[in-house]
């Protein structure tokens, strides 16, 4: 049986999200997302200790109209026991539940092991993208950097 249960985000698991979304202004600002309901968040909870996190967008995704699913991650002592299939899992029936097709996310195109993580999932390639990224200082909602990055554009059929 499984130890660990997902369920949406509180504002309370704030500071365990630092380490899984790689800093706290970006935990604050998906947070922040999920709260306006732009955005579910969804956490895997061990023991009540935060293990994992996964963030499904509806507005301004990048293959659009599917919902994007982004911000994966299961903390390194947790993983390879079914976390980060059961976060993306459960992000799939959100998606599903509020009418959606398909799912969609990218992954960067040297990250083998993203690739072969989501193909086990039933996700597939379905073409290249140039991710434009960009990092928002949530108190003031200024930009405090941005970039791109060469990803592959995978897709899973929901239903
Ligand atoms: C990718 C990540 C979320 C996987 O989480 P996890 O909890 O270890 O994954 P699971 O245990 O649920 O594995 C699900 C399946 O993927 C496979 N898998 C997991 N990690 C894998 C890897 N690194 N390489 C190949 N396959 C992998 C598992 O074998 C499993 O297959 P199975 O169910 O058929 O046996 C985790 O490694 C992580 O947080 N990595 C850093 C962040 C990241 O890469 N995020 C995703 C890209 S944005």
Redesign the pocket.
């Known amino acids: 049986m499984n130890d660990w249960l997902i369920r949406a985000v509180r504002r309370a698991d704030l500071d365990r999200l630092t380490e ?1 979304a790689g800093s706290r202004e970006r935990a604050e600002v998906r947070l922040q997302a999920a709260e306006r309901g732009n955005e579910d968040m969804l956490v895997a909870v061990v023991a009540e200790d935060v293990v ?1 996190v996964v963030s499904l967008r509806w507005l301004d995704g990048c293959d659009a109209p599917n919902p994007w699913l ?7 002592s ?11 899992e459960a992000g799939q029936a959100t998606g599903a539940v509020r009418g959606a097709d398909m799912m969609s ?4 195109v040297d ?4 690739v ?3 193909e ?2 039933g996700y597939v390639i379905v073409r290249p993208h140039e991710h434009h990224w960009r990092a928002i200082d949530p108190r003031t909602g200024g930009i405090t950097g941005e970039g791109t990055a060469a990803t592959w554009i995978m897709r899973r059929q929901l239903r």
């Open positions: 899984l994992g982004y911000g994966l991650a299961v903390v390194p947790a993983r390879r026991r079914g976390i980060g299939r059961a976060l993306v996310l990218d992954v960067d990250d083998d092991a993203a072969r993580f989501y086990r999932l």
